[in-house]
């Protein structure tokens, strides 16, 4: 299915490809004032937040070396990587995205190149063996870096400084997340997810206006659809464009509303006409998971079928009717469809026979009646509940001691859309300036991939070494404070 537009989709996102613009970054700090000896280590610090190689130049002091010298390099995105260990990690995820790397310099003097593409700021050299008739010597160190982005398209954010801080920090996390696609993030995964292009397309909209670049990401993702035209949740693009074997619910339908944003945004109607057949696909193929009698979706014990949020334990069946609903309200705006909005309407109106407590002002989930946040915040984007309905479940779930949390930036993205569809504006920027804020207040250069302020070290992967510190879900404060919906009049 789809087959034979494929190669003409691949053509068109190719058209798309951006141009990578690089810069020559060196040290701020850290570069070492006298020869090292083994066992000594340096930090390199350069300053914020890049993507890029790193080359080192090297010559010996002493007798000619008689024995390699053996370095190990730790780029970090953040000081707290500096001293995290591989010894013990049993994570789920493999230990390969951790930017550790061992180098035997065989000749001295080098110009050290390491060949991988790194994340960084923070970038720890430890020596680990040289000869005892000679000492290593670093006569400099810079990296080639590189983005997609063009900082000269973007105008300073007038405001209160904690707001320019948290934009500023938000677009570096867009920044060095746009390569030659929108990557989710730059240490790891280093792809593109449709979940995290929804936001990062947001946020460039207001910023950077690569909507080139948004194309290209719609038309890879056209290209990587399966033979039952499943859009996939993720996609590689080397060593040629190919979907990932994950599938959510959620994420195949966001192809939806990324389309709506983008044909929005741009005007472009006539590449949201050739990719709509395929968006529109997407709701037929979540029609198997519904229950015809009540219009409800079935739930699943299956890891992933949903992801909504990393919050261990969470029921997500709820959520995912409303972002059925969600999705399909895109759809409508994209093409007039009187069967789909009444089915729409059937849909909201199972979830408050079945899913609603009007006494608690609760929404709840999954056969044991969770209660979650992401149950009422997805409700209220999908217009299940509008104006003081919507204000009183979000009120209800706070006072709620059981009430399931949010633990990622991408959620929070949509509590905080949530506050403002309810009309609570100034409790959103609230939000943004306690949650986001509190990233920057402890030296974030870029936002997180993952940030519980009640344990800052929590991880989905059994361990933070692999979390993420620059990810592209997280950057969408700038989306707020730049777009007007921040405002009363919004």
Request: hydrophobic share 40%; aromatic share 10%; with cysteine.
């Amino acid at each position: 299915m789809f087959e034979e537009k494929k190669a003409a989709w691949l053509e068109k996102a190719e058209s798309c490809r951006p141009a990578l613009h690089t810069e020559t970054v060196r040290p701020v700090s850290g570069m070492p004032q006298k020869a090292l000896r083994e066992n000594d280590s340096i930090v390199l610090d350069f300053g914020n937040h890049f993507v890029g190689k790193l080359t080192l130049r090297l010559r010996s002091k002493g007798s000619h070396p008689d024995a390699p010298a053996w370095l190990q390099f730790k780029f970090c995105e953040n000081s707290r990587e500096l001293n995290e260990t591989l010894e013990g990690y049993r994570g789920w995820i493999s230990r390969g995205w951790v930017q550790q790397e061992q180098v035997h310099v065989d000749v001295l003097p080098a110009m050290l190149s390491l060949p991988r593409r790194y994340a960084f700021r923070y970038v720890r050299i430890d020596v680990l063996a040289l000869s005892s008739k000679y000492s290593l010597v670093i006569e400099d160190a810079f990296a080639e870096t590189t983005t997609s982005a063009d900082d000269s398209r973007v105008e300073s954010l007038p405001g209160e400084e904690w707001e320019k801080a948290i934009d500023r920090t938000a677009l570096r996390t867009l920044r060095s997340c746009m390569q030659d696609v929108f990557e989710d993030g730059p240490k790891r995964d280093r792809r593109l997810w449709l979940g995290d292009l929804r936001l990062q397309a947001l946020a460039n909209s207001v910023t950077y206006r690569s909507f080139g670049l948004v194309k290209r990401c719609l038309y890879l993702f056209a290209c990587a659809a399966d033979s039952e035209g499943r859009i996939p949740a993720c996609l590689f693009t080397e060593p040629q464009v190919e979907g990932d074997d994950t599938y959510m619910f959620d994420y195949s339908l966001f192809f939806i509303p990324t389309l709506l944003q983008y044909a929005q945004a741009t005007g472009d109607r006539e590449t949201a006409e050739d990719l709509l057949p395929l968006a529109l696909h997407q709701l037929t193929l979540a029609e198997k998971q519904f229950d015809p009698a009540t219009q409800l979706i079935q739930d699943s014990d299956r890891m992933g079928w949903c992801f909504v949020d990393w919050k261990l334990g969470l029921n997500k069946q709820c959520c995912a009717q409303a972002i059925w609903i969600y999705c399909a309200q895109a759809a409508l705006r994209l093409r007039e469809d009187p069967a789909l909005a009444a089915l729409i309407e059937a849909r909201k109106a199972a979830m408050l026979a079945h899913w609603y407590d009007r006494e608690r002002h609760l929404f709840v989930s999954g056969r044991d009646r969770q209660i979650s946040h992401a149950s009422q915040i997805w409700a209220i984007l999908a217009g299940v509940v509008t104006g003081e309905e919507a204000c009183a479940c979000l009120d209800a779930a706070a006072a709620c001691p059981d009430a399931l949390g949010m633990v990622t930036p991408y959620m929070m993205h949509h509590y905080v859309e949530a506050l403002c569809l309810s009309g609570r504006r100034e409790a959103a920027r609230q939000v943004i300036r306690d949650y986001w804020g509190a990233m920057v207040r402890s030296g974030a250069d870029t936002f997180w991939e993952l940030f519980n302020p009640a344990d800052p070290n929590e991880s989905p992967y059994g361990s933070p070494i692999v979390n993420s510190y620059c990810h592209a879900w997280s950057c969408t404060p700038t989306w707020f404070l730049r777009s007007g919906v921040l405002e009363k009049n919004a």
